[in-house]
């Protein structure tokens, strides 16, 4: 084989690889659309009907794809669920983490948290009535926003704000709280302010005197960044 034909055969080798490439490019975002759109309907479902009242045909009908193609992305409706839940908690993470970074006070962190996750139930009831009518599984909740919530807490301890007689009690007792306030807010049993209310009695739940506590969870909530917003 000559120069210029090793030359044109390289050639086309490169061109071939390059849309070979781009094929798969576009394969790649297809099923991520794909795969976004099953967990969007199910976001809705879950939240409007329940977790064992959806079934996978809604789910496919409300995504706009066939009922077979489900099983592309997902084995189980459990699954899809895990992989929802782990979704929306690390998104909620997410915001509260960039109001978080504009303070640095321990006690002022961990304020802006729960309010920003009882606020966030009624910007976007959504997401919050997905996790409460789930009674969203301890593993997910705990991998996603335990470690946060701890370490905000060891902070504070370190810091010399906060006073538990056992830290895994108070994250428990706190989280708890946290999910019946949020059930309430949904209900519209509570009343502006339940953010800065809520937040107070978890920092006095820490240790900190009511007239600090107080202070602190109303401090003025820091905004998210541009562009931060889910």
């Not at 007792?173 to 519209?188: K, M, N, R, W, Y």
């Amino acid at each position: 084989m000559g120069a210029r034909e090793v030359h044109e055969t390289s050639g086309v080798s490169v061109e071939r690889a390059e849309e070979q490439r781009a094929a798969g490019g576009r394969v790649e975002r297809r099923k991520a659309r794909t795969r976004a759109a099953l967990l969007a309907a199910a976001r809705e479902l879950f939240a409007s009907s329940g977790f064992q009242d959806t079934a996978i045909a809604e789910i496919a009908e409300r995504a706009d794809i066939a009922i077979g193609s489900f099983y592309n992305y997902f084995r189980t409706k459990e699954e899809l669920l895990d992989a929802l839940l782990e979704e929306e908690l690390t998104r909620q993470l997410t915001l509260l983490q960039a109001r978080q970074e504009q303070v640095g006070d321990p006690a002022e962190k961990i304020a802006v948290a729960h309010r920003h996750l009882v606020l966030s139930a009624r910007e976007d009831p959504n997401w919050a009535w997905l996790i409460v009518r789930l009674e969203v599984p301890y593993r997910v909740a705990w991998t996603v926003l335990g470690d946060a919530a701890e370490q905000d807490l060891l902070d504070g301890i370190e810091a010399g704000e906060f006073a538990v007689a056992d830290t895994a009690l108070a994250l428990k007792a706190s989280g708890g709280a946290l999910f019946a306030v949020i059930h309430a807010e949904l209900a519209g049993e509570l009343g502006e302010g339940a953010d800065c209310a809520h937040a107070e009695g978890v920092l006095r739940s820490f240790g900190l005197d009511r007239a600090k506590a107080a202070e602190i969870a109303r401090r003025p909530l820091p905004a998210l960044p541009p562009g931060a917003a889910g």
